[in-house]
């Protein structure tokens, strides 16, 4: 066969083979899968969503804070390549939680240093 002719056709009722070379590559743009595998997100993405659920305990909400931002930066940036990563939902959580967290922080500072 020519490299230029058309495959010949499938038998009626046959599905065509599955090529899994192309079904990896598009993993990352299936948002069903990213619901459960962290595949096409910013690594920053996932640790801001940790350090933000780690948060709700007050301690590590300044680092969830910052790590937040750098993660929300990143994200920005990948938008503009051919292979943009996710997460923002994970970083404006972390982002959220980490605001939260660094106010109590700074609240009970104050609140002792004012006595």
């Known amino acids: 066969m020519n490299s230029n002719e058309a495959p010949?056709?499938?038998?009626?009722g046959q599905d065509p083979p599955?090529?899994?070379?192309s079904v990896s590559q598009r993993l990352g743009d299936d948002a069903a899968m990213r619901?459960?595998?962290p595949v096409?997100?910013?690594g920053?993405?996932?640790?801001?969503?940790?350090l933000g659920l780690f948060g709700l305990v007050v301690l590590p909400a300044p680092i969830?804070?910052?790590?937040?931002?750098?993660?929300i930066r990143d994200l920005k940036?990948?938008?503009e390549t051919d292979r943009p990563k996710y997460g923002?939902?994970?970083?404006v959580f972390g982002l959220i939680v980490g605001i939260l967290g660094t106010l109590v922080i700074l609240g009970v500072i104050l609140h002792e240093f004012w006595r």
């Open 18 to 21: 599955i090529q899994l070379h």
């Open 88 to 91: 923002m939902g994970r970083a």
């Open 77 to 79: 940036r990948s938008r």
């Open 64 to 71: 969830a804070l910052i790590v937040s931002i750098v993660a």
């Open 8 to 12: 010949p056709p499938l038998p009626p």
């Open 44 to 50: 920053w993405a996932i640790a801001a969503g940790y």
């Open 35 to 37: 619901m459960f595998l």
């Open 40 to 42: 096409g997100r910013s």
